[in-house]
């Protein structure tokens, strides 16, 4: 057998052997992660397994406090901006009621999922806000009834100065979430909230102003 043979031989023999560990690395790697066959080994069931406590952990009772109280603070809030669209008779009304719709229903959606997942009962959509009237910026049921009877630019004037007080009091709660709060996604949505707001604020006193 020549030199040249036996050398080609060898070649093949170190490439089979290679090959068959490659196929058992990959073999391996997709019975770490449920067969996906991506990412590190192990890395997806670790992190499948901690998502729960993690979620549980990250969290102390201020972020809790911050949705139970923000979800019907909000809620009043839509309520107020649903009116406008048939009271209100200034157009730069209708657009600012129609974005605050626009950006406090999906925040209702997402600090009612944290909730849950937090083990928390979220506040029932619909309910009573009399039991909140001490809540910062929240309207007494008297406010709302007279909001409720108001037209035109009597709505207007009436909207502006109960919406601009009411986005007070969601600041001072935001600005509370930051400063205690634990849950940097809770937090995040509070400096969102006070950057917002705060804008819509001088929005609504411009728009007085104005009047």
């Given at each position: 057998?020549?030199?040249?043979?036996?050398?080609?031989?060898?070649?093949?023999?170190?490439?089979?052997?290679?090959?068959?560990?490659?196929?058992?690395?990959?073999?391996?790697?997709?019975?770490?992660?449920?067969?996906?066959?991506?990412?590190?080994?192990?890395?997806?069931?670790?992190?499948?397994?901690?998502?729960?406590?993690?979620?549980?952990?990250?969290?102390?009772?201020?972020?809790?406090?911050?949705?139970?109280?923000?979800?019907?603070?909000?809620?009043?809030?839509?309520?107020?901006?649903?009116l406008?669209?048939?009271?209100?008779?200034?157009?730069?009304?209708?657009?600012?009621?129609?974005?605050?719709?626009?950006?406090?229903?999906?925040?209702?959606?997402?600090?009612?999922?944290?909730?849950?997942?937090?083990?928390?009962?979220?506040?029932?959509?619909?309910?009573?806000?009399?039991?909140?009237?001490?809540?910062?910026?929240?309207?007494?049921?008297?406010?709302?009834?007279?909001?409720?009877k108001?037209?035109?630019?009597?709505f207007?004037?009436?909207?502006?100065?109960?919406?601009?007080?009411?986005?007070?009091?969601?600041?001072?709660?935001a600005?509370?979430?930051?400063?205690?709060?634990?849950?940097?996604?809770?937090?995040?949505?509070?400096?969102?909230?006070?950057?917002?707001?705060?804008a819509?604020?001088?929005e609504?006193?411009?728009?007085?102003?104005?009047?």
């Amino acid at each position: 057998m020549t030199t040249r043979t036996l050398t080609r031989r060898a070649a093949l023999a170190t490439a089979a052997v290679t090959s068959a560990l490659v196929l058992a690395a990959c073999g391996g790697n997709s019975d770490d992660n449920g067969g996906s066959g991506t990412g590190h080994t192990g890395h997806g069931a670790s992190a499948a397994s901690a998502t729960p406590s993690a979620s549980a952990e990250a969290h102390n009772a201020q972020d809790v406090a911050f949705a139970k109280g923000m979800i019907p603070h909000h809620q009043q809030a839509l309520e107020m901006a649903e009116l406008a669209a048939d009271r209100a008779s200034s157009p730069r009304v209708k657009d600012l009621a129609a974005r605050i719709e626009k950006a406090q229903d999906p925040e209702i959606r997402t600090l009612t999922g944290w909730l849950k997942a937090w083990g928390e009962q979220p506040p029932m959509a619909g309910m009573d806000h009399s039991g909140h009237a001490g809540m910062s910026g929240m309207m007494s049921e008297v406010d709302m009834a007279a909001l409720k009877k108001a037209d035109g630019k009597d709505f207007d004037t009436r909207f502006l100065s109960l919406m601009a007080e009411h986005h007070q009091g969601a600041v001072e709660m935001a600005t509370t979430e930051k400063q205690r709060g634990r849950s940097d996604d809770a937090k995040a949505m509070a400096d969102a909230i006070i950057t917002a707001q705060n804008a819509e604020i001088k929005e609504m006193k411009q728009l007085l102003g104005a009047r």
